[in-house]
Protein backbone atom coordinates (compact mmCIF):
# COMPACT_ATOMS: atom_id res chain seq x y z
CA UNK A 1 0.00 0.00 0.00
CA UNK A 2 0.81 3.52 -0.62
CA UNK A 3 3.15 4.62 2.90
CA UNK A 4 1.22 8.34 2.01
CA UNK A 5 -2.35 6.79 2.81
CA UNK A 6 -1.31 5.09 5.84
CA UNK A 7 -2.56 7.58 8.09
CA UNK A 8 -6.09 9.92 7.48
CA UNK A 9 -4.95 12.07 4.48
CA UNK A 10 -6.91 14.64 5.51
CA UNK A 11 -5.18 15.10 9.25
CA UNK A 12 -1.66 13.40 9.06
CA UNK A 13 1.53 15.65 9.81
CA UNK A 14 2.71 17.35 7.32
CA UNK A 15 6.25 19.62 7.35
CA UNK A 16 8.09 22.38 4.97
CA UNK A 17 10.36 19.25 3.61
CA UNK A 18 6.42 17.75 2.34
CA UNK A 19 6.49 21.14 0.22
CA UNK A 20 9.88 19.67 -1.60
CA UNK A 21 8.98 16.23 -2.05
CA UNK A 22 5.84 16.50 -3.25
CA UNK A 23 4.94 20.06 -5.05
CA UNK A 24 6.23 20.64 -8.23
CA UNK A 25 9.43 23.30 -7.42
CA UNK A 26 8.35 26.91 -9.12
CA UNK A 27 9.04 28.29 -5.54
CA UNK A 28 10.95 28.69 -2.65
CA UNK A 29 9.07 29.36 0.43
CA UNK A 30 9.82 30.47 3.85
CA UNK A 31 10.84 27.54 6.33
CA UNK A 32 8.15 28.33 8.78
CA UNK A 33 4.98 26.83 7.72
CA UNK A 34 2.04 29.90 9.03
CA UNK A 35 -1.16 27.97 9.84
CA UNK A 36 -3.40 30.51 11.50
CA UNK A 37 -4.05 34.26 10.91
CA UNK A 38 -6.40 36.67 11.88
CA UNK A 39 -5.88 40.31 10.75
CA UNK A 40 -2.25 41.08 10.85
CA UNK A 41 -1.33 38.45 13.62
CA UNK A 42 -0.03 35.34 12.20
CA UNK A 43 1.23 31.94 13.37
CA UNK A 44 3.14 29.13 12.24
CA UNK A 45 3.38 25.39 12.88
CA UNK A 46 5.21 25.88 16.15
CA UNK A 47 3.04 28.37 17.32
CA UNK A 48 5.56 31.29 16.84
CA UNK A 49 3.35 34.75 16.17
CA UNK A 50 4.50 36.88 13.44
CA UNK A 51 3.40 40.48 12.42
CA UNK A 52 2.44 40.13 8.57
CA UNK A 53 3.26 43.07 6.67
CA UNK A 54 2.91 41.26 3.70
CA UNK A 55 -1.05 40.52 3.07
CA UNK A 56 -0.13 36.97 0.92
CA UNK A 57 1.60 39.64 -1.34
CA UNK A 58 -0.95 42.92 -1.38
CA UNK A 59 -3.53 40.94 -1.00
CA UNK A 60 -5.49 40.64 2.64
CA UNK A 61 -5.98 44.20 2.50
CA UNK A 62 -8.32 43.99 5.35
CA UNK A 63 -6.37 40.99 6.77
CA UNK A 64 -6.53 37.57 7.56
CA UNK A 65 -10.17 36.25 8.20
CA UNK A 66 -12.00 40.03 8.45
CA UNK A 67 -15.13 39.06 10.27
CA UNK A 68 -17.43 40.65 7.58
CA UNK A 69 -15.72 39.04 4.85
CA UNK A 70 -16.08 35.43 6.98
CA UNK A 71 -19.80 36.14 7.36
CA UNK A 72 -20.71 37.01 4.04
CA UNK A 73 -19.14 33.91 2.60
CA UNK A 74 -20.30 31.98 5.28
CA UNK A 75 -23.83 33.03 4.56
CA UNK A 76 -23.06 32.69 0.30
CA UNK A 77 -21.37 28.90 1.31
CA UNK A 78 -25.00 27.84 2.52
CA UNK A 79 -26.83 29.50 -0.59
CA UNK A 80 -25.38 28.70 -3.36
CA UNK A 81 -21.17 28.40 -4.41
CA UNK A 82 -21.42 28.17 -7.95
CA UNK A 83 -23.86 27.89 -11.51
CA UNK A 84 -21.50 28.23 -14.56
CA UNK A 85 -22.14 30.82 -17.06
CA UNK A 86 -25.54 29.66 -18.15
CA UNK A 87 -26.93 31.45 -15.33
CA UNK A 88 -25.52 34.79 -13.51
CA UNK A 89 -26.52 35.19 -10.04
CA UNK A 90 -27.74 38.06 -7.66
CA UNK A 91 -23.78 38.58 -5.81
CA UNK A 92 -22.05 39.21 -9.02
CA UNK A 93 -24.56 41.45 -10.57
CA UNK A 94 -24.07 43.61 -7.87
CA UNK A 95 -20.60 43.67 -7.73
CA UNK A 96 -20.43 45.02 -11.36
CA UNK A 97 -23.01 47.72 -10.00
CA UNK A 98 -20.32 48.50 -7.35
CA UNK A 99 -17.62 48.98 -9.25
CA UNK A 100 -19.17 50.48 -12.34
CA UNK A 101 -20.37 53.22 -10.03
CA UNK A 102 -17.31 53.51 -8.56
CA UNK A 103 -14.92 53.82 -11.60
CA UNK A 104 -14.71 54.75 -15.24
CA UNK A 105 -15.92 51.87 -16.10
CA UNK A 106 -19.23 51.03 -17.47
CA UNK A 107 -18.64 47.15 -17.86
CA UNK A 108 -17.05 44.55 -15.60
CA UNK A 109 -15.87 41.09 -16.95
CA UNK A 110 -14.66 38.47 -14.32
CA UNK A 111 -12.39 35.82 -13.48
CA UNK A 112 -10.11 34.29 -11.29
CA UNK A 113 -6.72 35.89 -11.03
CA UNK A 114 -4.75 38.58 -12.17
CA UNK A 115 -3.12 37.21 -15.28
CA UNK A 116 -6.25 36.38 -16.23
CA UNK A 117 -7.95 39.94 -16.08
CA UNK A 118 -4.59 41.16 -18.35
CA UNK A 119 -4.89 38.14 -20.82
CA UNK A 120 -8.70 39.33 -21.10
CA UNK A 121 -7.37 42.89 -21.46
CA UNK A 122 -5.11 41.96 -24.04
CA UNK A 123 -7.39 39.64 -26.24
CA UNK A 124 -10.11 42.32 -25.90
CA UNK A 125 -7.84 45.26 -27.13
CA UNK A 126 -6.79 42.68 -30.42
CA UNK A 127 -10.00 42.10 -31.13
CA UNK A 128 -11.25 45.82 -30.90
CA UNK A 129 -8.68 46.95 -33.09
CA UNK A 130 -8.97 44.10 -35.56
CA UNK A 131 -12.57 44.46 -35.69
CA UNK A 132 -12.37 48.74 -35.97
CA UNK A 133 -8.98 49.12 -38.15
CA UNK A 134 -7.88 45.70 -39.37
CA UNK A 135 -5.53 43.31 -39.06
CA UNK A 136 -2.88 45.36 -39.11
CA UNK A 137 -3.07 46.53 -35.99
CA UNK A 138 -2.25 44.07 -33.31
CA UNK A 139 1.06 45.01 -31.59
CA UNK A 140 0.99 46.03 -28.01
CA UNK A 141 3.58 47.93 -25.93
CA UNK A 142 4.63 47.11 -22.40
CA UNK A 143 7.21 48.47 -20.34
CA UNK A 144 10.68 46.85 -19.08
CA UNK A 145 10.28 45.37 -15.72
CA UNK A 146 6.84 44.82 -15.90
CA UNK A 147 4.92 41.82 -14.50
CA UNK A 148 1.43 40.72 -15.91
CA UNK A 149 1.31 37.77 -14.84
CA UNK A 150 2.42 33.83 -15.83
CA UNK A 151 -0.01 33.19 -18.93
CA UNK A 152 2.19 32.65 -21.60
CA UNK A 153 0.91 36.20 -23.06
CA UNK A 154 0.73 37.93 -20.18
CA UNK A 155 4.70 36.83 -19.59
CA UNK A 156 5.40 37.37 -22.95
CA UNK A 157 3.63 41.31 -22.69
CA UNK A 158 5.86 41.47 -19.08
CA UNK A 159 9.03 42.62 -19.32
CA UNK A 160 11.12 40.51 -17.69
CA UNK A 161 12.94 37.98 -20.21
CA UNK A 162 13.82 35.66 -17.22
CA UNK A 163 9.98 34.51 -17.35
CA UNK A 164 10.31 34.29 -20.97
CA UNK A 165 13.34 31.89 -21.41
CA UNK A 166 12.27 28.28 -22.85
CA UNK A 167 9.02 28.90 -23.56
CA UNK A 168 9.55 29.97 -27.00
CA UNK A 169 7.86 30.41 -29.35
CA UNK A 170 6.03 33.49 -27.98
CA UNK A 171 3.15 35.53 -29.26
CA UNK A 172 4.20 37.97 -31.52
CA UNK A 173 3.79 41.94 -31.94
CA UNK A 174 5.05 42.91 -28.44
CA UNK A 175 7.45 45.71 -28.11
CA UNK A 176 9.07 46.50 -24.64
CA UNK A 177 9.83 50.53 -23.54
CA UNK A 178 12.04 51.54 -20.45
CA UNK A 179 9.32 52.72 -18.18
CA UNK A 180 8.68 56.53 -17.67
CA UNK A 181 10.22 56.79 -20.69
CA UNK A 182 8.30 59.58 -22.72
CA UNK A 183 10.46 59.97 -26.13
CA UNK A 184 10.33 56.13 -26.02
CA UNK A 185 7.05 55.67 -25.49
CA UNK A 186 6.12 58.35 -28.01
CA UNK A 187 8.59 56.77 -31.09
CA UNK A 188 7.06 53.00 -30.22
CA UNK A 189 3.26 53.55 -30.35
CA UNK A 190 2.70 54.02 -33.85
CA UNK A 191 -0.48 53.30 -35.95
CA UNK A 192 -0.72 49.43 -35.90
CA UNK A 193 -0.14 49.56 -32.09
CA UNK A 194 -3.39 48.12 -31.28
CA UNK A 195 -2.49 48.31 -26.92
CA UNK A 196 -0.77 49.84 -24.21
CA UNK A 197 -0.51 48.55 -20.88
CA UNK A 198 1.36 50.10 -18.06
CA UNK A 199 1.14 49.25 -14.07
CA UNK A 200 0.68 52.88 -12.50
CA UNK A 201 2.78 51.41 -9.84
CA UNK A 202 5.48 48.57 -10.88
CA UNK A 203 5.06 46.34 -8.35
CA UNK A 204 6.94 42.98 -8.75
CA UNK A 205 9.51 45.25 -10.53
CA UNK A 206 10.54 47.26 -7.87
CA UNK A 207 7.81 49.26 -6.53
CA UNK A 208 8.10 51.94 -9.18
CA UNK A 209 5.86 54.77 -9.32
CA UNK A 210 5.38 56.01 -12.69
CA UNK A 211 5.56 59.66 -13.45
CA UNK A 212 2.29 61.20 -13.85
CA UNK A 213 3.77 62.98 -17.29
CA UNK A 214 4.44 59.59 -18.14
CA UNK A 215 0.98 58.09 -17.99
CA UNK A 216 -0.50 61.38 -19.41
CA UNK A 217 1.89 61.32 -22.56
CA UNK A 218 0.78 57.67 -22.89
CA UNK A 219 -2.77 58.20 -22.66
CA UNK A 220 -1.98 61.36 -25.53
CA UNK A 221 -0.17 59.09 -27.51
CA UNK A 222 -2.99 56.39 -27.39
CA UNK A 223 -5.99 58.69 -28.03
CA UNK A 224 -4.09 60.09 -31.78
CA UNK A 225 -3.29 56.60 -32.87
CA UNK A 226 -6.39 54.32 -32.07
CA UNK A 227 -4.87 52.69 -29.34
CA UNK A 228 -6.23 51.36 -26.26
CA UNK A 229 -4.87 52.37 -23.08
CA UNK A 230 -4.73 48.97 -20.57
CA UNK A 231 -3.83 49.89 -16.74
CA UNK A 232 -3.30 47.00 -14.32
CA UNK A 233 -4.14 47.89 -11.30
CA UNK A 234 -3.74 44.31 -9.71
CA UNK A 235 -1.51 45.58 -6.95
CA UNK A 236 -2.00 48.95 -6.96
CA UNK A 237 -6.14 48.97 -6.52
CA UNK A 238 -8.57 48.48 -4.08
CA UNK A 239 -7.46 51.07 -1.45
CA UNK A 240 -3.67 50.20 -1.49
CA UNK A 241 -1.98 53.42 -2.73
CA UNK A 242 -4.91 55.44 -0.56
CA UNK A 243 -7.70 55.83 -3.47
CA UNK A 244 -9.77 52.62 -4.77
CA UNK A 245 -7.55 52.29 -7.82
CA UNK A 246 -4.26 54.06 -8.48
CA UNK A 247 -5.57 55.85 -11.92
CA UNK A 248 -7.78 57.94 -9.92
CA UNK A 249 -5.03 60.31 -8.66
CA UNK A 250 -2.79 60.04 -11.48
CA UNK A 251 -5.16 62.43 -13.49
CA UNK A 252 -5.21 60.29 -16.50
CA UNK A 253 -8.14 57.85 -16.94
CA UNK A 254 -7.27 54.23 -19.04
CA UNK A 255 -9.90 52.62 -21.17
CA UNK A 256 -9.59 48.93 -19.72
CA UNK A 257 -8.64 48.59 -16.30
CA UNK A 258 -7.49 45.51 -14.62
CA UNK A 259 -8.25 44.00 -10.80
CA UNK A 260 -7.51 41.09 -8.65
CA UNK A 261 -4.94 40.86 -5.53
CA UNK A 262 -6.82 42.44 -3.05
CA UNK A 263 -10.23 42.90 -5.00
CA UNK A 264 -10.97 38.52 -3.06
CA UNK A 265 -9.22 39.33 0.09
CA UNK A 266 -7.51 35.70 -0.79
CA UNK A 267 -10.59 34.25 -2.56
CA UNK A 268 -9.79 33.86 -5.81
CA UNK A 269 -10.89 36.80 -8.26
CA UNK A 270 -10.03 39.04 -11.16
CA UNK A 271 -12.06 41.82 -13.03
CA UNK A 272 -11.49 43.89 -16.17
CA UNK A 273 -13.32 46.79 -16.43
CA UNK A 274 -13.73 48.83 -19.23
CA UNK A 275 -16.17 51.09 -21.24
CA UNK A 276 -19.50 49.93 -22.93
CA UNK A 277 -17.98 50.85 -26.76
CA UNK A 278 -15.53 48.51 -26.20
CA UNK A 279 -17.09 45.89 -24.11
CA UNK A 280 -19.19 45.07 -26.86
CA UNK A 281 -16.02 43.81 -29.05
CA UNK A 282 -16.47 40.84 -26.92
CA UNK A 283 -19.73 39.42 -28.07
CA UNK A 284 -21.52 36.05 -26.67
CA UNK A 285 -19.14 33.22 -27.02
CA UNK A 286 -15.91 35.12 -27.93
CA UNK A 287 -14.15 34.91 -24.27
CA UNK A 288 -14.75 33.50 -21.12
CA UNK A 289 -14.03 31.08 -17.65
CA UNK A 290 -15.69 28.45 -15.62
CA UNK A 291 -15.24 29.90 -12.48
CA UNK A 292 -15.59 33.60 -13.11
CA UNK A 293 -17.73 35.83 -10.80
CA UNK A 294 -19.19 32.90 -9.28
CA UNK A 295 -21.10 33.80 -6.53
CA UNK A 296 -18.54 32.89 -3.55
CA UNK A 297 -15.65 35.25 -5.74
CA UNK A 298 -18.51 37.89 -6.06
CA UNK A 299 -19.92 37.99 -2.65
CA UNK A 300 -16.41 38.42 -0.77
CA UNK A 301 -15.15 41.09 -3.56
CA UNK A 302 -18.61 43.11 -2.95
CA UNK A 303 -17.61 43.43 0.75
CA UNK A 304 -14.56 44.22 0.51
CA UNK A 305 -15.50 47.19 -2.38
CA UNK A 306 -17.89 48.39 -0.09
CA UNK A 307 -15.53 48.23 2.99
CA UNK A 308 -12.65 50.14 1.44
CA UNK A 309 -14.22 52.36 -0.38
CA UNK A 310 -15.49 55.02 2.38
CA UNK A 311 -13.67 58.39 2.91
CA UNK A 312 -12.38 57.31 6.35
CA UNK A 313 -10.95 54.23 5.43
CA UNK A 314 -8.94 55.23 2.37
CA UNK A 315 -7.78 58.44 4.16
CA UNK A 316 -6.63 56.69 7.02
CA UNK A 317 -4.34 54.41 4.30
CA UNK A 318 -2.78 57.69 3.76
CA UNK A 319 -2.52 58.51 7.53
CA UNK A 320 -0.49 54.73 7.71
CA UNK A 321 0.93 54.98 4.64
CA UNK A 322 2.71 58.73 5.81
CA UNK A 323 3.61 57.35 9.47
CA UNK A 324 5.36 54.04 7.77
CA UNK A 325 7.69 56.39 5.38
CA UNK A 326 8.62 58.83 8.17
CA UNK A 327 9.66 55.35 10.29
CA UNK A 328 11.76 54.13 7.24
CA UNK A 329 13.26 57.71 6.21
CA UNK A 330 14.85 57.90 9.62
CA UNK A 331 15.76 53.75 9.83
CA UNK A 332 17.39 54.28 6.03
CA UNK A 333 19.51 57.47 7.79
CA UNK A 334 20.36 55.22 11.13
CA UNK A 335 21.64 52.85 8.42
CA UNK A 336 22.75 53.98 5.39
CA UNK A 337 25.29 50.91 4.93
CA UNK A 338 21.70 49.31 4.11
CA UNK A 339 19.07 51.42 2.65
CA UNK A 340 18.55 53.70 -0.36
CA UNK A 341 15.46 56.21 -0.21
CA UNK A 342 12.06 54.38 0.54
CA UNK A 343 9.68 55.11 -2.41
CA UNK A 344 6.43 54.13 -3.14
CA UNK A 345 2.44 55.01 -2.67
CA UNK A 346 -0.25 54.32 -0.27
CA UNK A 347 0.87 51.14 1.57
CA UNK A 348 2.45 49.89 -1.44
CA UNK A 349 6.08 50.27 -0.22
CA UNK A 350 9.88 50.12 -1.45
CA UNK A 351 13.32 50.30 0.32
CA UNK A 352 15.99 49.78 -1.59
CA UNK A 353 19.27 48.22 -0.61
CA UNK A 354 22.21 50.68 -0.50
CA UNK A 355 25.04 49.70 -2.91
CA UNK A 356 27.16 48.05 -0.01
CA UNK A 357 24.28 46.16 0.14
CA UNK A 358 23.31 44.69 -3.19
CA UNK A 359 21.30 41.76 -4.13
CA UNK A 360 20.49 41.06 -0.28
CA UNK A 361 16.99 42.38 0.24
CA UNK A 362 16.31 38.59 0.99
CA UNK A 363 18.79 38.59 3.62
CA UNK A 364 17.22 41.12 5.37
CA UNK A 365 13.74 39.90 5.02
CA UNK A 366 15.25 36.70 6.29
CA UNK A 367 16.48 38.29 9.83
CA UNK A 368 13.30 40.21 9.86
CA UNK A 369 11.08 36.70 9.99
CA UNK A 370 13.62 35.33 12.73
CA UNK A 371 12.32 38.29 14.61
CA UNK A 372 8.57 37.95 13.94
CA UNK A 373 7.91 40.26 11.17
CA UNK A 374 7.46 39.23 7.52
CA UNK A 375 8.42 41.21 4.78
CA UNK A 376 8.67 41.12 1.06
CA UNK A 377 10.82 41.53 -1.45
CA UNK A 378 10.58 43.68 -5.24
CA UNK A 379 13.71 42.00 -7.00
CA UNK A 380 16.84 41.47 -5.30
CA UNK A 381 17.24 45.06 -4.15
CA UNK A 382 14.00 45.90 -2.88
CA UNK A 383 12.30 45.17 0.59
CA UNK A 384 8.63 45.53 0.12
CA UNK A 385 5.97 46.58 2.53
CA UNK A 386 2.76 45.49 1.86
CA UNK A 387 1.22 45.57 5.09
CA UNK A 388 -2.93 44.83 5.21
CA UNK A 389 -4.75 48.22 5.00
CA UNK A 390 -5.87 48.06 8.47
CA UNK A 391 -2.69 48.30 10.15
CA UNK A 392 -3.01 50.18 13.76
CA UNK A 393 -0.44 52.45 14.62
CA UNK A 394 0.84 50.02 17.41
CA UNK A 395 1.59 47.72 14.70
CA UNK A 396 3.55 50.30 12.28
CA UNK A 397 5.29 51.20 15.73
CA UNK A 398 6.33 47.27 16.04
CA UNK A 399 7.32 46.40 12.61
CA UNK A 400 9.66 49.91 12.99
CA UNK A 401 11.33 48.14 16.02
CA UNK A 402 11.95 44.71 14.24
CA UNK A 403 12.99 46.39 11.46
CA UNK A 404 15.62 48.11 13.17
CA UNK A 405 16.91 44.90 15.28
CA UNK A 406 16.85 43.12 12.18
CA UNK A 407 19.12 45.26 10.74
CA UNK A 408 21.50 45.19 13.95
CA UNK A 409 21.45 41.88 13.52
CA UNK A 410 22.17 41.96 9.61
CA UNK A 411 25.60 44.74 11.12
CA UNK A 412 26.15 42.02 14.05
CA UNK A 413 26.32 39.41 11.47
CA UNK A 414 28.84 40.91 8.48
C1 LIG B 1 0.38 39.78 -9.21
C2 LIG B 1 0.26 40.57 -10.45
C3 LIG B 1 -0.27 40.00 -11.62
C4 LIG B 1 -0.63 38.53 -11.73
O1 LIG B 1 -1.70 38.20 -10.89
P1 LIG B 1 -1.99 36.65 -10.62
O2 LIG B 1 -3.23 36.67 -9.78
O3 LIG B 1 -0.79 36.10 -9.92
O4 LIG B 1 -2.19 35.99 -11.92
C5 LIG B 1 -0.44 40.81 -12.73
N1 LIG B 1 -0.10 42.11 -12.68
C6 LIG B 1 0.42 42.69 -11.59
C7 LIG B 1 0.75 44.14 -11.60
C8 LIG B 1 0.64 41.93 -10.43
O5 LIG B 1 1.19 42.49 -9.35
Redesign the pocket.
Known amino acids: MNAKLDSDATTRPVTRQTFDEVLVPTYAPAAMVPVRAAGLDLWDQSGKHYLDFTAG ?2 VSSLGHCHPTLVAALTKQINTVWHLGNGYTNEPVLRLALALTEATFAQRAFFCN ?6 EAALKLARKYAHTTFGPHKSRIISCLS ?5 TLF ?1 VSVGGQPKYTEGFEPLPQEINHIAYNDIAAALAAITDDVAAVIV ?1 PI ?3 GGVIPADPAFLKALRERCDATGALLIF ?5 GVGRTGTLYAYMESGVTPDIL ?1 S ?2 ALGNGY ?1 I ?1 AMLTSTAIAEHFGVGSHGTTYGGNPLAATVALNVVETINTPAFLARVKQASAQIFANLTTLAADYPQLFGQVRGQGLLIGLPVAAAFAGRAKDYTKAAEALGLMLLIAGPDVIRLAPALIVSDAQIADADRIMRAAADAILAAA
Open positions: IASGAEANSFHGRTEQGEDEVQSTAKPG
